[in-house]
């Protein structure tokens, strides 16, 4: 069957080659996602698996339908007892685009009317059903993830506009962090960088420490879901953070150490420019800096950008650097000689992008 990744816009090809990395068959990638061709358990492992993927959908079926009674018929003769678990609560979730059925909301209940012939329940916490009509053909995908995979299961605490992990991993993919090197950030805030490039140093799945939707389906195997579990290897090594903040460097700590990295990662409070290199050998310094359409106006951050970059040209030899922002005079203001920016990332309404530089 096809299997959907979902990301944020601008990341698919990242993604993709997270995936082809991994082992899974990608067959396209479109605005917002990556399509795969597999199995169930190809389903579990990409859920396990994948850093870089926001929801895993299993597409379940397709078909024609140019009107509301076909499409309830159709979806009455899916066969969901092998599908759910009897009983299931669903939520229904319809898009219409370029089709005689227009109206998304008559299409969520025609689809909740026939599963309720089959005894699922409409209930916001069940399983999410996707229900996707383009240009008259209908598309039934699961959400197989449950809560949002940026959820790793280790933070119980976020600073403020976080960014998502799931994000995170890609940008640290774009920068050609491999876990081969130390990692930098000194704008840390609860630790998002230096844990996810702790976790690719060590070879930690994503997913190990968190729960998903289709351990709760009829075809799961939980002994063969535990045999996907990545067999971890020792980080080369750390990956450290600072952060002004006495409060996030508090956060960072306590985040790692449920996460299982405290002997991988270190954090201290430090303003910007004061940084200097966490370790001997050369790697990446990469940060997310605020930014205008984070906080506000961006003018009285150039002045962070501008100390950020002196400090960085004037005590980081041969490190590289990479830089989130939603601005370009803010990376700019660094006077770091960055490469062309990376692709605009939609992150939660705002147009970031990475920017990077050679070793320095």
Same mark, same amino acid.
């Given at each position: 069957?096809?299997?959907f990744?979902?990301?944020?816009?601008?990341?698919?090809?990242l993604l993709?080659?997270?995936?082809?990395?991994?082992?899974?068959?990608?067959t396209?990638?479109?605005?917002g996602?990556?399509t795969?061709?597999?199995?169930?358990?190809a389903?579990?492992r990409?859920?396990?698996?994948?850093?870089g993927a926001?929801?895993?959908?299993?597409?379940?079926?397709?078909?024609?339908?140019?009107?509301?009674?076909?499409?309830?018929?159709?979806?009455?003769e899916?066969?969901?007892?092998?599908?759910?678990?009897?009983?299931?609560?669903?939520t229904?979730?319809?898009?219409?685009?370029?089709?005689?059925?227009?109206?998304a909301?008559?299409?969520?209940? !025609?689809?909740?009317? $026939?599963? @309720?012939a089959?005894?699922? #329940? &409409?209930?916001? /916490? %069940?399983?999410?059903?996707?229900?996707?009509?383009?240009?008259d053909?209908?598309?039934?995908?699961?959400?197989?993830?449950?809560e949002?995979?940026h959820?790793?299961?280790?933070?119980?605490?976020?600073?403020?506009?976080?960014l998502?992990?799931?994000?995170?991993?890609?940008?640290?993919?774009?920068?050609?962090?491999?876990?081969?090197?130390?990692?930098?950030?000194?704008?840390?805030?609860?630790?998002?960088?230096?844990m996810?490039?702790?976790?690719?140093?060590?070879?930690f799945?994503?997913?190990?420490?968190?729960?998903?939707?289709f351990q709760?389906?009829?075809?799961?195997?939980?002994?063969?879901?535990?045999?996907?579990?990545?067999?971890?290897?020792?980080?080369?090594?750390s990956c450290?953070?600072?952060? !002004?903040?006495?409060g $996030?460097? @508090?956060?960072?700590?306590? #985040? &790692?150490?449920? /996460? %299982?990295?405290?002997d991988?990662?270190?954090f201290?409070?430090?303003?910007?420019?004061e940084?200097?290199p966490?370790?001997?050998?050369?790697?990446?310094?990469?940060?997310?800096?605020?930014?205008?359409?984070?906080?506000?106006?961006?003018?009285p951050?150039l002045?962070?950008?501008a100390?950020?970059?002196?400090?960085l040209?004037?005590?980081?030899?041969?490190?590289?650097a990479?830089?989130?922002?939603a601005d370009?005079k803010?990376?700019?203001?660094?006077?770091?000689?960055?490469?062309?920016?990376?692709?605009?990332?939609?992150?939660?309404?705002?147009?970031?992008?990475?920017?990077?530089?050679?070793?320095?």
């Amino acid at each position: 069957m096809d299997i959907f990744l979902i990301t944020a816009p601008g990341l698919e090809t990242l993604l993709a080659a997270e995936a082809r990395e991994k082992g899974f068959k990608v067959t396209q990638t479109s605005p917002g996602g990556v399509t795969l061709r597999g199995d169930w358990p190809a389903v579990w492992r990409a859920n396990l698996q994948l850093r870089g993927a926001t929801r895993v959908l299993a597409r379940l079926t397709s078909f024609r339908a140019l009107y509301l009674s076909q499409l309830e018929k159709n979806v009455r003769e899916v066969d969901w007892a092998a599908v759910l678990p009897r009983g299931a609560d669903v939520t229904v979730d319809a898009v219409c685009h370029k089709s005689k059925i227009y109206h998304a909301g008559a299409a969520q209940e !025609r689809v909740a009317s $026939a599963l @309720a012939a089959h005894g699922h #329940n &409409a209930d916001p /916490a %069940g399983f999410g059903l996707r229900v996707r009509i383009e240009r008259d053909i209908v598309t039934l995908s699961l959400d197989t993830s449950g809560e949002s995979l940026h959820r790793r299961g280790h933070k119980e605490a976020v600073n403020k506009a976080p960014l998502r992990e799931t994000m995170a991993a890609l940008f640290l993919r774009d920068a050609g962090f491999k876990g081969k090197e130390p990692l930098f950030d000194p704008m840390c805030g609860s630790g998002t960088f230096p844990m996810e490039g702790a976790e690719i140093a060590r070879r930690f799945d994503p997913g190990r420490g968190r729960d998903f939707a289709f351990q709760s389906l009829p075809n799961f195997d939980p002994d063969a879901f535990e045999a996907m579990r990545s067999p971890e290897r020792a980080a080369a090594f750390s990956c450290y953070g600072s952060d !002004r903040d006495q409060g $996030a460097i @508090a956060m960072s700590r306590a #985040n &790692a150490e449920r /996460a %299982g990295l405290a002997d991988v990662t270190a954090f201290e409070v430090k303003p910007v420019g004061e940084i200097t290199p966490p370790c001997d050998t050369p790697g990446l310094v990469i940060a997310n800096p605020p930014y205008g359409g984070r906080i506000g106006d961006s003018t009285p951050l150039l002045g962070l950008y501008a100390a950020f970059g002196a400090r960085l040209k004037s005590a980081f030899p041969g490190w590289r650097a990479a830089v989130v922002t939603a601005d370009a005079k803010l990376a700019q203001a660094t006077g770091l000689p960055f490469r062309p920016a990376g692709p605009v990332v939609n992150h939660g309404g705002i147009k970031i992008r990475l920017w990077q530089t050679d070793p320095l």
